[in-house]
Structure formats: C-alpha cells, structure tokens
C-alpha cells in the first residue's frame, strides 16, 4: 500500500528524479509535474518498476497563473523542485526570478485547492544562505540569509548572482507564505550546495547534463586540460542525499518549520580530478598533469550538522560521489553513442 502521494515538480530533472525515486523507494506514489505529457512518458519509461505508483501533471510554464490547481489534487506532500537552474539567462527576470518566484507563488496557492496537503519541502540552495562575492569569510549555517533584493537581481549583470538571487527570493517567498497565510501544511525548505551524482534523468545527449555534474564531467572530458577555475562555493554534495533529506523532511515532526544546510564537505576541484586520474585511467589524457593539482586552500566554513542530526542524513564522501558520477556518464555516453 502505498504510504501517500508526493507531487515532485520539475521531475525530469537531475535532483528531482533522484528524490522521485527516492520517494517511491520508501513506498510513497509520485505524481510528477513536467512540461510536456512526452516528458513524463519518457521519465517512467526508464523505472517500469515504478509505473505502478507513478502519474503526472502537465505544467508546461509555472510562471503562468494557476499554474498548478490541477497538479496538487490528490496529494498528501509536496517537493517543490523545479526552478531554472542554469547561468545563461537573456532577461533577469523572465529566465530566472520570475519564474522562480512565481512558479513558488502558484505552487502555494494551488495549495488552497487540496486539504490533504501535510508537508511542502521546498528546495532552497546554498545560494539563498550565503552570496560567496561578498561573505568568502563567514562559517556557513541555516540561519544566515543572502540579503540580495529583487531591484538589485534585476539589474545584477552577473548570471551566477541572479541565479543565486532567485533561490533566495523564491525561499523567502516560500516562508512568506507560511507566516502570512497560516496553511494547515506544515513546510521545510532544503539548501543544498554543489550537488553530484550520477544523471538518471532523461538525457538524449550529454549536452544536456545539468549545470553542477556538467562541470565534473567537463573536468573528465578535457575542457581543463590547463587546470580547473576556482568554484565560488567550494563545497559539495551528493544528490542521492539531498533526495533523502526530502524524503525524511516530509516525514520527520522535527522538520516542521525547519531550514536545513546540506554539504558533505569542502573541496578543490583538483580532488575531482585526482579520483578522476586513480579510478578512470582511461581518461588520464583529458586531465590536466598531476603534478599540477593544487590541494589544501580548503578555507570554507560550514555546519551542516542539523540535517545529519535531524534528518538523519550521513554523507556520501567524495570519492564515492565522484567515481559513481564518472563511471554512470561514461556508461550513459556509450548508451548514447550505439
Ligand atoms: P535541472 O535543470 O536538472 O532541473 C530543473 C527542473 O525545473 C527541470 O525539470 C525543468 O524543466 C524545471 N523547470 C525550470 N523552469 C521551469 C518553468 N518555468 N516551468 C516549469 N518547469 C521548470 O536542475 P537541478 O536538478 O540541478 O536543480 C533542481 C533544484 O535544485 C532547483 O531548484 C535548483 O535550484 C536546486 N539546486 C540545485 C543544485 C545543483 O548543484 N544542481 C544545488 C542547490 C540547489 P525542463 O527541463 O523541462 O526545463
């Protein structure tokens, strides 16, 4: 028997298919939100085991009004996931904020139609804790806030700062809601950082990983050669326990009303590329010579504990999260390529 039913919005996505498959491993039936009816065709086509306890919803553009009345019926939980989630905008508002913050409007308002709905788990970011250009030197915890304001999103030319601004804003909006209309829901909101894993989305070409394993597959496939950037944040996690920490956000009392930090731990890419270089020699030539690799600089401060306390989440180590993400692209590449 199935134990309820959690609407995933943005299913097709990297982390959201990771927490779908999450919640239907726990015994919970997903209804998934995508943009086509195509989209979530494909997406259960690649878990038949699932499909038993699996539907969907048509939500072609969040933004749009009502967008989501009809997706919220028959749910007990939410995971709110979907949100643009890439650095290449044209129009601040349109591409990034807007949707961001409308599509979480909607979502909550939706809420109104479904007197079943127990818990909302919104996914937040690291991004709407800390703004890295401007606090580099500050130890990293759930309480802080990036201050960053609309007006100042808006005219921002940086991408990475509007990305960063839509998180923050669509999170306010999500707590804005909770304090000012008093659902019967209770929500919690989830921060990860830089989040790995391997990709189990639907992908019809590796240039359509999403943005964070992009970059470590980038790494493995030659685009550094000459040594990798800097990262603005750097930390990481693995998305299999971001997924669990949704699954154990909607089922834990001591979520209710919580914020949570996810990170395993801090990095320099050059240790990406070291587990690149022992566990895939294969790909040795694509990576920069080891004798550059630079470690140590590891500088960042965090407490990521409360999930680990609360949520009962252990993290995947590095080198784990890193070979199991390589080895699943290069499988997925030969899939592509026969
Ligand atoms: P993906 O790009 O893989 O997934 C984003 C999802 O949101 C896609 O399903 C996309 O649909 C959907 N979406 C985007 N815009 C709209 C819209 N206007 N209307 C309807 N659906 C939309 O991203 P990730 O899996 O990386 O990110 C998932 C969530 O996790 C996001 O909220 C992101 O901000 C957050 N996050 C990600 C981190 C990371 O390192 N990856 C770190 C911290 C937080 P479609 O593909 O059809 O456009």
């Not at 913050?101 to 937040?124: C, D, H, M, Q």
């Not at 991408?159 to 999170?171: G, N």
């Not at 209309?181 to 999403?210: D, R, V, Y």
């Not at 500088?299 to 993290?315: C, D, P, W």
């Amino acid at each position: 028997m199935s134990r309820g039913t959690v609407l995933v919005t943005g299913i097709t996505g990297f982390i959201a298919t990771h927490t779908a498959l999450a919640f239907l491993d726990a015994g919970y039936s997903v209804k998934g939100t995508t943009r086509t009816a195509a989209k979530a065709e494909d997406w259960i086509s690649r878990f038949p085991t699932h499909r038993a306890r699996f539907q969907y919803a048509v939500v072609a553009d969040m933004a749009t009004c009502n967008a989501f009345d009809e997706a919220v019926k028959g749910c007990d939980f939410i995971a709110h996931l979907a949100s643009p989630a890439h650095w290449n905008q044209n129009d601040n508002e349109t591409d990034l904020l807007i949707p961001a913050i409308n599509g979480t409007k909607n979502l909550l308002s939706a809420t109104k139609n479904e007197p079943r709905i127990k818990r909302v788990v919104f996914t937040s970011s690291l991004a709407a804790i800390i703004e890295p250009t401007v606090e580099a030197a500050k130890t990293v915890v759930e309480t802080e806030w990036n201050p960053i304001t609309y007006e100042q999103a808006k005219f921002a030319t940086n991408a990475a700062v509007v990305y960063r601004a839509s998180k923050a804003l669509a999170e306010r909006t999500f707590w804005d809601y909770i304090e000012n209309e008093k659902p019967a829901w209770t929500g919690s909101t989830i921060c990860p950082c830089g989040t790995f894993a391997p990709p189990l989305q639907p992908l019809a070409s590796l240039s359509a990983l999403n943005v964070s394993t992009a970059f470590l597959w980038d790494m493995a496939n030659g685009k550094y050669k000459s040594g990798v950037p800097t990262v603005g944040s750097p930390v990481y996690v693995d998305a299999r326990d971001v997924a669990l920490a949704h699954v154990r956000a909607v089922e834990r009392d001591a979520a209710k009303g919580q914020r949570y930090l996810l990170i395993g731990g801090v990095y320099v890419p050059d240790q990406f590329i070291d587990v690149i270089h022992r566990r895939f020699p294969e790909l040795r030539g694509n990576l920069p010579p080891v004798d550059l690799l630079k470690v140590g600089q590891l500088g960042f401060k965090y407490n990521s504990s409360k999930a680990t306390e609360e949520l009962g989440i252990q993290y995947t180590a590095l080198e784990t999260m890193v070979a199991d993400t390589i080895s699943s692209i290069l499988a997925l590449r030969k899939q592509l390529t026969a």
